[in-house]
């Protein structure tokens, strides 16, 4: 099956806008396979380097000349970050191709870890260089029948498209040793890798739940900074989400902690070795994965001037997902493992405080009805095309 993902015309749409794009994703998210359709029909043609290639690092041994000599074409490099000395030469060599009239389309770069490298590119590239995150395959781009082996197996394609479900349990579980084994002394040289690894299963254990930094740092034996850092590498790697507290004035008293959700659902069930859809079911990481599955698909599918918070307060009343709009709390967002959803209080009282009128409860089914509180259940997709269009 070939998945078609909406990334590309964005990617196309960018790269015809600014003279360097950097496309940031997560290992084996899709981004080689992305940038290499792009460059099939590019006009003028493409150049493709794999900086982990020995061969092509030596065709940049003298980067200035050879990336000099590929003219007009649009040159693709992937895993940039092994090799950040070459912002520099690429800042000249696109000033040097918009004199000569070439404005757009110059470089597409490709990296895993996101902030280092735009803080490198952002240095370096200011006003010549566009940012593209891509995720895993999202809920718009597979079939709305078969939602449930996206949400059991994740969005990493090739995890997706197994054979079946045992091949991908491995290849997830394989996933996660290779980023400990590999990626996390690659990114972060001094964090022990295997204490990351018990982070990251604990996260998977807590899918959801309120940050308790000197709980996980007690558990693990660490110091509650050293903890910080560790998850701050997971979100660095886009592997880790942490959904800020909304924290305006509306004269309550509120939950100041994030939620942390492991972003891909496929992940999340590897780390706690959920093979099946009958495991998943019977454990109590079922409901929690779904609202991070949910969370993780709205967001992808969100246009940006959407941003994402959790909203609690002390005296109980908590929204899920509360989108905020041009700084204006917009939509109030539950979900709900159940095709009978029901709402508490709670959500109410949110809604009043942050007086918000659109009102959603995602649940699994397809079919829009209403339900109390001036809310409607709403199934995934239909959620996400409203928030696309945004």
Known sequence: MMITRQALSTLTERLNESPAVVLLGPRQVGKTTL??????????????????????????????????????????????HRMPGLFEVLRGIIDERRRAGQRFGHFLLLGSASLDLMQQSSETLAGRVAYLEIGPVHALEWPVADLDTLWLRGGF?????????????????????????????????????????????????QQGALLQQSRLASSLGVSSPAVERYIDLLVD??????????????????VKAPKVYVRDSGL????????????????????????????????????????????????????????????????????????APTLSKGFDIACADLNIAQRYVVYPGTERFSLRYGAQAIGLVELMQILSAG
């Open 35 to 80: 940038a290499l359709q792009l460059a099939d029909t590019w006009p003028a043609g493409a150049t493709y380097l794999d900086l982990e290639r020995p061969a092509d690092r030596m065709r940049l041994s003298d980067a200035d000349a050879f990336l000099r000599a590929q003219g007009g074409k649009l040159v693709i490099l992937d895993e940039i």
């Open 157 to 205: 394609p090739d995890s997706l498209l197994a054979a079946d479900g045992g091949a991908s349990l491995r290849w997830r579980e394989d996933f996660v040793r290779s980023y400990l084994q590999r990626d996390v002394p690659m990114f972060a040289p001094r964090l022990p890798a295997e204490t990351v690894g018990r982070l990251w299963t604990m996260l998977a254990h």
């Open 237 to 254: 790697l886009q592997l880790v989400r942490r959904l800020r507290p909304w924290s305006g004035n509306v004269g309550k008293r509120l």
């Open 268 to 339: 999340v069930h590897a780390l706690l070795g959920l093979g099946s859809s009958h495991d998943l079911a019977g454990h109590p990481v079922c409901g929690p994965s779904f609202e991070g599955f949910c969370i993780d698909n709205l967001m992808a599918a969100a246009s940006p001037n959407c941003t994402p918070y959790a909203y609690r307060t002390h005296a109980g009343a908590e929204i899920d997902l509360l989108i905020e709009r041009a700084g204006q709390p917009w939509m109030a967002i539950e979900i709900k493992r159940s095709t």
